[in-house]
T-cell receptor, first 115, second 110 residues
Framework: KAGVTQTPRYLIKTRGQQVTLSCSPI?????VSWYQQTPGQGLQFLFE???????NKGNFPGRFSGRQFSNSRSEMNVSTLELGDSALYLC??????????????FGPGTRLTVL | SQQGEEDPQALSIQEGENATMNCSYK?????LQWYRQNSGRGLVHLIL?????REKHSGRLRVTLDTSKKSSSLLITASRAADTASYFC??????????FGKGTKLTVNP
């Protein structure tokens, strides 16, 4: 069974631009969660989607948004990029989501650098 | 915030030795999970311990949970160079989302 895939793996953008990251969950998983990892703040929860609906959201500004498609693939979008958005963005999939005790399987991440 | 805090921040040991990492958190939880992350890569789930459990084993891993002290420990026995990674605890409480600590960076020297 293929694992969680994220594309692209690396991305370089400039301030003010927008970016879209993609996550394909493990087949059969309906929940996709997104996390931002930085050296200063560590791993922070962005949002979780389940069956195309945002079910939970972290404390991030509205510049961060996401969506989930009917095949459970998810995208997250960051508009008006700031230097502080440079981070490793991780997505995780599971059957029922982090609210259950299902194991979350993480993708390799997308390394975003904002110049 | 119920963010977990791992202790120590960094740990360097020799192959064959045991490694112990601790995690403290602030609010009540449903479960606590430990993850491993190799340099700059995705996280790998290691073990989950529920709030009504006190100890759990998985291979060379032993996790304890003390809800009265709001703390957990991860013990890796007979460590190997391949165990070199960052280890994170994550708590799950009423908010349903996982809240991660800052991690312990473990280096196992051959």
């Amino acid at each position: 069974k293929a694992g969680v895939t994220q594309t692209p793996r690396y991305l370089i953008k400039t301030r003010g631009q927008q970016v879209t990251l993609s996550c394909s969950p493990i087949s059969g998983h309906r929940s996709v969660s997104w996390y931002q990892q930085t050296p200063g703040q560590g791993l922070q929860f962005l949002f979780e989607y389940f069956s195309e609906t945002q079910r939970n959201k972290g404390n991030f500004p509205g510049r961060f948004s996401g969506r989930q498609f009917s095949n459970s693939r998810s995208e997250m979008n960051v508009s008006t990029l700031e230097l502080g958005d440079s981070a490793l963005y991780l997505c995780a999939s599971s059957f029922a989501g982090p609210s259950s005790t299902d194991t979350q399987y993480f993708g390799p991440g997308t390394r975003l650098t904002v110049l | 915030s119920q963010q977990g805090e791992e202790d120590p921040q960094a740990l360097s040991i020799q192959e064959g030795e045991n490694a112990t990492m601790n995690c403290s958190y602030k609010t009540s939880i449903n479960n606590l999970q430990w993850y491993r992350q190799n340099s700059g890569r995705g996280l790998v789930h290691l073990i989950l311990i529920r709030s009504n459990e006190r100890e759990k084993h998985s291979g060379r891993l032993r996790v304890t949970l003390d809800t009265s002290k709001k703390s957990s420990s991860l013990l890796i026995t007979a460590s190997r160079a391949a165990d070199t990674a960052s280890y994170f605890c994550a708590t799950q409480g009423g908010s349903e989302k996982l809240v991660f600590g800052k991690g312990t960076k473990l280096t196992v020297n051959p």
